[in-house]
């Protein structure tokens, strides 16, 4: 469009980076000085923070090599009847697998360039998993990658963007039924609802066999059996923590409203119920809710 529009473009992005929203990232190996931004920077550092805090604290799907290797030979047996050839995962597919299915870190990366079998590893790896009663989920950044993903491994896969909005769609269903959940208790012995269920929240550690679902926020319905968690995230943490804090602190805003008589008691009382009411709006707009499937809700 002109040299006066790139030199404009060149004075406004001087002057982000004396404003500190451009930020330069030196040090690359073609010598040049590439751009970023402090959002960028800072997705980086808590990415990278979130993997460093799962290590050693993943679920293996699998505790024993000799189960591992049970496995593999079924599989491999499996695939070369369907094939009407002789097949074998190559030594990286297998460590591969193992690596997925057996790590105790809670991330694990597998890279390889296109055709060199990351698929069909993935495809034992679904396989076993939900032999052990785990429930997969594939995405990918585009349509066509879901699409390759699910057709050549089995994995049900979707886009990121997908993924999360089926996601947030699933977790207001939750939030309502749960609410609703919570106003039956809430009504029980009143001569609403008598029959109410029993609802309780608990943090616990969930096991069953050779199986560790770890200590997650556990949200039970006694009379239908429903189980529900809130994920590991950041966000739900620090919602979870506001839900228990307004939960806690409500006992004693109501026995305050009961006994309060004087105008500095009555705004004590006020105060005290809108924080507790402040905590737990905050608290439900953050948190995440997913349903655990059978093995884990046993557990």
Not at 79 to 102: C, H, P, R, Y
Not at 225 to 234: A, I, P, Q, R
């Amino acid at each position: 469009m002109g040299k006066s529009v790139i030199e404009d473009v060149k004075a406004a992005i001087e002057d982000h980076r004396e404003g500190h929203m451009i930020l330069g990232r030196d040090g690359m190996p073609s010598g040049a000085t590439w751009l970023t931004t402090q959002k960028a920077l800072n997705a980086e550092k808590e990415l990278v923070s979130t993997i460093v805090e799962g290590f050693g604290k993943g679920q293996a799907v699998l505790s024993s090599s000799s189960e591992f290797d049970q496995m593999l030979s079924e599989f491999e047996t499996k695939k070369s009847q369907a094939l009407g050839i002789d097949f074998k995962l190559s030594g990286e597919q297998v460590n591969a697998a193992k690596n997925t299915l057996m790590h105790q870190d809670k991330f694990q990366a597998i890279q390889g360039d296109a055709g060199t079998g990351k698929t069909a590893a993935l495809e034992f790896v679904r396989e076993v998993a939900e032999r052990k009663g785990w429930n997969i989920q594939g995405v990918a950044t585009t349509s066509s990658a879901a699409e390759e993903l699910q057709a050549s491994s089995g994995i049900k896969s979707n886009t990121i963007a997908g993924f999360f909005a089926d996601r947030n769609n699933a977790t207001k269903d939750l939030s309502m039924e749960i609410e609703a959940l919570k106003y039956k208790l809430q009504t029980a012995g009143q001569g609403r609802d008598p029959a109410a269920p029993r609802i309780e929240v608990k943090h616990l550690e969930a096991k069953s066999f050779d199986l560790n679902f770890g200590t997650n926020r556990y949200t039970f319905d006694h009379k239908t059996e429903s189980v529900y968690k809130s994920d590991g995230g950041l966000m739900s943490r620090v919602a979870g923590l506001l839900l228990d804090a307004a939960e806690k602190h409500r006992g004693g805003a109501e026995k305050l409203t009961g006994e309060a008589s004087t105008l500095g008691e009555r705004l004590k009382v006020f105060a005290s119920e809108k924080v507790v009411g402040l905590a737990e709006s905050l608290g439900e707009k953050m948190i995440s809710y997913e349903k655990v499937g059978v093995v884990e809700a046993q557990a």
